[in-house]
Each structure stands twice: as C-alpha cells, then as structure tokens.
C-alpha cells in the first residue's frame, strides 16, 4: 500500500495538472565518490542506480520494477 501511494504521489490528480513539485536548490556539492563508480573499461558493468540515489531528487529514488531488468 506504501509503495502504491509513494508511486501516485509523483503523478497529478488528473491529466490537467502539472506534476507535483517540490522547491530545491541544486547546491551540487563535489562529491568524490562519483569519481570511482563509472568504471575506465567501458565493457565493465555498474549499477547506475549508485550514481542516481546521489544524484536524483535529494537522494530520493525510486525504482518502479526493481531487479526485472538486471542479468547477473
């Protein structure tokens, strides 16, 4: 039900409205450890979501079909 209602919450209530928005400085600060998650070897997988959670929405993402995509 959580996640149902956390989902809708990004929607608008019909197709007239804007989406909802949030106010938000984008003060990107340096943040090192991005440096070292895109790997050199460009054929060396990594999970993009590490970069989006410190990227996206002040670290709040959310992954609609998580794990449907992934080949391990």
């Not at 106010?23 to 600060?29: A, K, L, V, W």
């Amino acid at each position: 039900m959580f996640i149902c209602r956390r989902l809708l919450s990004f929607l608008p209530s019909n197709n007239l409205e804007d989406p909802p928005r949030l106010e938000y400085e984008f003060p990107m600060e340096d943040d090192a450890s991005l440096n070292g998650i895109v790997p050199v070897e460009h054929k060396q997988s990594y999970d993009v979501r590490d970069i989006l959670t410190r990227v996206l929405d002040h670290n709040d993402f959310m992954e609609v079909q998580p794990a449907s995509l992934q080949t391990s």
